[in-house]
C-alpha cells in the first residue's frame, strides 16, 4: 500500500518470453525466480506473474488477456532467454501502461552451459531495436541483464517510475484565478501538459468564492476544526480563523470530487493573493499544506507545473512534497556560526528556501500557526492580525532532498532539473516555512540552468535523493532538457571557461 492518497497503487505484470528455439522451461524457472527474489527481498504482493510465457503472437494475445485481467496497470517484459523480437515488443504496443524491458543473465551452470544457456544478453539488443523501429516507449535499466535478485532490484526500481506515468495519465490539474501581477514567470502553456497525459481545469477566483460561500454553516465544519485542533497542539496560536479554513478546506476537498471527472487524480493550483485576504478573510497557507499532506497538492500563485512537480514528486516518493521559493541568500553571520567548517558547503552552495506558510504538519519542526507576516504590513496597516492569519510557520526538518521542476517554456518545450542536496540543521532565525538548503555547486547552478534556462522562482521539494528515479523518468516521458547540479569540473553550456 502506498503511504499517501491520490497516487496510483501500482501492480505489476511479469511476463517471461521465449524464442521457439530455445526451451520454454529456461524462462519459467528463471521468472519464478525473480518473483521469489522480489517478494522475499521487498515483501511486496503488487507482481503478477503470467502464467503464459510468450512464443508468439497468439501466446502475446493470451498474456496481454491475463496481466489486463489480473488488474495490472505497469508491465515487466523479462527475456528469461533470447526472445521473439516482434511479439515481445507488440505486448507493450498494446498494454495501456508503462512497461520495462528486463533480461536474464547466464545462471551458474557447472559443465551444462551447453543446455542451459539463454543468450537473453544478444536478445535484449534485438528488443530494443524493435522498440526503437516500432516507436514504443518503454524503460530500460542502466544495466538491464541480471540475476534474479538484481532484477528483482531492477523492477523495485521501475516501481516509482511506473507509478508516476500512470498518475499523470489520470491527473487533472484544477485552477482558480490568474497568476497575480508579475507574477509571468509561472506562465503555463498547457499543449506540453496534453502531450504529458495531464486534464486540466481553469477556473475564475469567483467560481471559488462563490463555492465557499455555498459552504458556510457545512455540518461537517467542526469535524474539521477538531482534526486540526489535535494535529497543531501547542502551535494552535491562533485558534479564531480555524472555522474560516476549515470551510476553505471542504470546498476544495468537494470541488475536486465533482470536478476530477472520468481523472482518478487531482492537484491544484490555486491563486493566494492579493484580493485573496480582503474576499475569504484569511491566509489560505495552512489547508494547502494539509491537502499535500493528504497527496493533493496545492500549489501557489497559480503555479500550474509547480503543481505538477510536486505530483510527480509525490508518485516518486511516495511522501509529502512541498513547494518552495528559492528565495534568499544565507547571512554571512549565520554561514560563519553555523556552516562554515560544519558542513561541507561554501557559502554560495547554501540558499534559504521559503513559502509563506504551506508546509504541511509534518515537515516542520514545531509548527506552529500564525499570519502571513508581509501581508499584514500592507493589508492590515502591521496592525492586530485578522485577514493575514492561516500559516503554518516553523523551520523545515533537516535531511536529504531533491530539488525539482518540470517546466514548459513560452515556446512551449519541456525541461527540468534535480538538483541533490539537504536540508541542514541549522536555525533559520526567519518566518514562514522556511529552511537552509546546502546544495554543491549552487552558485554554478543558480546561474547557468535557473537564471540562463529562465527558470521561475518556485521548486518542488522532494524530501530523499530521488534523482536516479526522476532522471529515468523524464528520460521515459520525452524531456530532453534534464538538467543538474554539475560538479566544478563539469561545464555548463555557456559557461565562462576563463573565469577566475
Known amino acids: ?60 494475445r493470451k498474456a496481454l488477456d491475463e496481466v489486463n485481467a489480473a488488474g495490472c496497470n505497469a508491465l515487466v517484459v523479462y527475456l528469461g532467454n533470447f526472445g521473439p523480437e516482434t511479439p515481445e515488443t ?107 497525459g495531464v486534464e486540466i481545469e481553469e477556473n475564475s477566483e469567483l467560481d471559488l468564492f462563490e463555492a465557499y460561500n455555498n459552504h458556510k454553516d457545512d455540518p461537517r465544519i467542526p469535524e474539521v476544526i477538531a482534526d486540526m485542533e489535535k494535529e497543531l497542539g501547542e502551535g494552535n496560536k491562533m485558534a479564531g480563523i480555524l472555522p474560516r479554513l476549515a470551510q476553505y478546506e471542504l470546498t476544495l476537498l468537494d470541488w475536486a470530487e465533482a470536478h476530477k471527472g472520468e481523472r482518478k487524480f487531482v492537484a491544484f493550483a490555486n491563486k493566494c493573493w492579493p ?38 514528486g509525490e508518485c516518486i516518493s511516495d511522501d509529502v512534497v512541498t513547494l518552495l521559493d528559492i528565495n534568499n541568500t544565507v547571512p554571512g553571520d549565520i554561514y560563519r556560526e553555523e556552516i562554515q567548517g560544519k558542513f561541507d558547503y561554501t557559502q554560495h552552495d547554501t540558499f534559504m528556501g521559503f513559502h509563506c506558510g504551506n508546509g504541511s504538519a509534518c515537515i516542520l519542526n514545531n509548527p506552529t ?33 531533491t530539488f525539482f521542476r518540470l517546466q514548459s517554456t513560452s515556446d512551449a518545450a519541456l525541461r527540468s532539473y534535480a538538483a541533490q542536496g539537504e536540508i541542514l540543521p541549522v536555525a533559520t532565525r526567519s518566518f514562514g516555512t522556511i529552511g537552509i538548503f546546502g546544495i554543491k555547486e549552487m552558485g554554478r547552478f543558480y546561474r547557468y540552468v535557473l537564471i540562463e534556462k529562465n527558470y521561475p ?44
Open 1 to 60: 500500500m502506498n503511504k499517501l492518497g491520490n497516487i496510483p497503487e501500482l501492480k505489476l505484470g511479469l511476463v517471461a518470453v521465449s524464442r521457439d528455439c530455445f526451451p520454454m522451461s529456461l524462462s519459467e524457472n528463471r521468472r519464478k525466480a525473480v518473483v521469489k527474489a522480489y517478494t522475499e527481498k521487498y515483501g511486496k504482493d503488487n507482481l503478477y506473474e503470467c502464467p503464459t510465457v510468450i512464443e508468439n503472437e497468439v501466446d502475446m
Open 90 to 196: 507488440l505486448l507493450a504496443k498494446y498494454f495501456d501502461g508503462p512497461a520495462m524491458y528486463v533480461a536474464a543473465a547466464e545462471d551458474d551452470c557447472g559443465d551444462k552451459l551447453v543446455d542451459n544457456r539463454g543468450d537473453a544478453y544478444c536478445g535484449m539488443l534485438n528488443a530494443s531495436y524493435n522498440l526503437k523501429l516500432r516507436g514504443i516507449k518503454a524503460y530500460i535499466p542502466e544495466y538491464p541483464v541480471g540475476t534474479a535478485a538484481e532484477v528483482a532490484d531492477m523492477i523495485n526500481g521501475f516501481v516509482p517510475i511506473a507509478r508516476a506515468v500512470v498518475g499523470l495519465k489520470n491527473l487533472k490539474i484544477i485552477t482558480f484565478g490568474p497568476r497575480p501581477q508579475d507574477f509571468l514567470a509561472c506562465n503555463a502553456p498547457i499543449a506540453r501538459l496534453y502531450d504529458l
Open 275 to 312: 484580493a485573496f485576504q480582503t474576499q475569504f478573510r484569511f491566509v489560505p497557507c495552512y489547508v494547502n499544506g494539509r491537502l499535500g499532506a493528504r497527496g493533493i497538492p496545492v500549489s501557489c500563485e497559480v503555479d500550474i507545473y509547480g503543481a505538477l512537480s510536486e505530483y510527480i
Open 369 to 401: 500557526m500564525k499570519y502571513q507576516l508581509i501581508m499584514n504590513r500592507g493589508l492590515e496597516g502591521g496592525g492586530e492580525p485578522d485577514i493575514s492569519r492561516g500559516t503554518l510557520e516553523g523551520d523545515i526538518k533537516p535531511g536529504a532532498v
Open 457 to 500: 522562482h518556485h521548486g518542488a521539494v522532494v524530501f530523499g535523493h530521488y534523482g536516479k528515479a526522476i532522471f529515468d523518468l523524464l528520460k521515459y516521458l520525452g524531456v530532453e532538457d534534464r538538467e543538474f547540479n554539475r560538479p566544478a569540473n563539469f561545464r555548463y553550456h555557456g559557461e565562462n571557461p576563463y573565469k577566475d
